[in-house]
């Protein structure tokens, strides 16, 4: 398959661990913020995006129960068909689940507290299933959508690139058609692990570099299915871009579209949604991998890919540090900031 490439390299400058390191200096303002933005509590209404990408920043979203505080949101959002929202954070309440409008639903998963990172949601004929990376536990596993185990799997012993599960620090999985699925060690070893229906290890591809096909940071998984060929999208973090691969590990293409430091992505349509640390969710057209806007610009360097932003500092119309996006059945984003106190937000399309 040819490869097309659309690549900024930069030389390396932070380890796999970066999660936790200040933003890298990046003053780009974007190329769209907020239409108002008001105080984190206010009701007033705030648009962000242009034109055919326009967003209402829902300032009301969630209605938890009260007395409920969300702790450091540190992972992922997935959607199942219903409509409902599951999104991590590192309390004992490791999966919250929502409906669209806000309401709570539940709250799972206390024997994951501390570390579910990557989490996804596949449906498999007429059941659905989340697939999660535990950082802490050094594995990923397979549940129910109210939290049964189904199975687990621990570190790669057998891929020979580790001599200890503490070097393996998955952050995402994806799960092909076929029952099949890759973990990004993006916290590890930059390698991404592909393993077969039966929980078999198969191969690993990329490893710690900058040229394309290498990863620095791999920290977020896409299967994509729109097309012909299913691909792997890798959100590449610490190259500043996408990597799409095919199922079997061969580079495809490079997408690098103004992105700083991609965490996470989803595709609706003909858009992926990237959730970047640096302060926005960036909209990049899946099918020429070019770029369509950047949304709630984080308009402060310095509360950029900062976790420790206080509520104070918050503002409707600016995200502090996205991690983690999905596209709800009405197209409707869900971002979920890595922020110590916890921090989720809906954007209700405008049009």
Not at 184 to 210: P, T
Not at 237 to 242: A, Q, V, Y
Request: glycine share 12%.
């Amino acid at each position: 398959m040819q490869l097309q490439f659309a690549l900024v390299l930069v030389p390396l400058a932070v380890a796999a661990l970066a999660a936790f390191t200040p933003d890298l200096g990046s003053t780009d303002p974007g190329r769209s913020g907020a239409a108002r933005a008001g105080d984190a509590g206010s009701l007033d209404e705030v648009l962000v995006g242009d034109g055919a990408h326009r967003y209402r920043w829902d300032a009301a979203w969630p209605k938890l129960p009260e007395g409920m505080a969300l702790g450091n949101t540190h992972g992922n959002v997935a959607v199942d068909r219903a409509g409902r929202i599951y999104f991590n954070t590192d309390s004992e309440n490791a999966i919250i689940v929502v409906e669209p409008n806000g309401t709570f639903v539940r709250a799972m998963g206390a024997e994951w507290k501390g570390g579910l990172h990557g989490m996804t949601l596949v449906r498999e004929g007429d059941e659905e299933f989340l697939y999660i990376a535990h950082l802490g536990r050094h594995c990923v596993a397979k549940l129910t959508l109210t939290g049964s185990v189904v199975w687990t799997v621990e570190w790669p012993e057998e891929s020979g690139l580790y001599e200890k599960a503490g070097q393996f620090n998955p952050t995402a999985i994806a799960v092909r058609p076929d029952g099949g699925f890759y973990v990004a060690d993006g916290y590890g070893r930059s390698w991404v692990h592909e393993y077969s229906a039966e929980r078999k290890w198969l191969r690993a591809f990329g490893g710690l570099g900058e040229e394309p096909g290498r990863m620095r940071t791999p920290h977020g998984l896409l299967m994509d299915t729109a097309g012909a060929a299913p691909l792997l999208v890798v959100a590449d973090r610490e190259n500043h871009r996408l990597q799409r691969f095919s199922l079997t590990g061969e580079l495809v293409d490079v997408i690098q579209a103004d992105l700083r430091r991609p965490c996470s992505l989803a595709r609706r349509g003909d858009l992926y949604a990237v959730a970047d640390l640096t302060g926005r969710v960036t909209l990049i057209d899946a099918k020429q991998g070019e770029l369509r806007a950047h949304l709630a610009e984080q308009p402060d360097p310095a509360k950029r890919a900062q976790n420790g932003i206080p509520r104070t500092d918050w503002r409707a119309g600016e995200f502090l540090s996205p991690h983690g996006v999905a596209f709800g059945l009405d197209g409707a984003l869900y971002v979920q900031d890595w922020n110590a106190l916890g921090r989720v937000t809906r954007l209700a399309p405008a049009q």
